[in-house]
């Protein structure tokens, strides 16, 4: 498909073959989503290596919400206000991803320590988990 200001085409292929006459493109290169947590954090290269320390810090966010979001709309918040909460618990974990985001661009250039992406993640969560939870007694 072909689109721009000059020219509109679309092309369909009712059998398509693609063929590659050099063997040595034939290699094909994962990305860090076609491994596991695992190999990731046993991988030599170091995107790859960070990029797993994230997936086990993404476990840890995913089950701080879950616990969170039961406690909050089961047992503390009323039927009423429950869409506040929702709104305040997703800005919360939008600025924890971005900030999360961050510290991974960090770790990728060198800049960060491994072990200062996880004390700043671990206290980034337990602020969040006490906000949302001194938010929901305060109202």
Known sequence: ??????????TIFDKFIYSIENNEIEILM?????????????????????????RIYQ?????????????????FASK???????LIIFICILLLQLINSYMVFLLNNENLNLYFYYIFNIISLSFFSYFIIRFNENS
């Open 1 to 10: 498909m072909i689109l721009n200001e000059s020219e509109k085409s679309k």
């Open 30 to 54: 994962f990305d860090k989503e076609h491994f596991n947590t695992l190999q990731l954090l046993y991988s030599d290269d170091k995107e790859f290596y960070y990029h797993g320390h994230n």
């Open 59 to 75: 476990y840890f966010l995913v089950l701080v919400i879950l616990i969170i979001s039961l406690k909050v709309f089961f047992i």
């Open 80 to 86: 009423k206000n429950i869409f506040k909460y929702y």
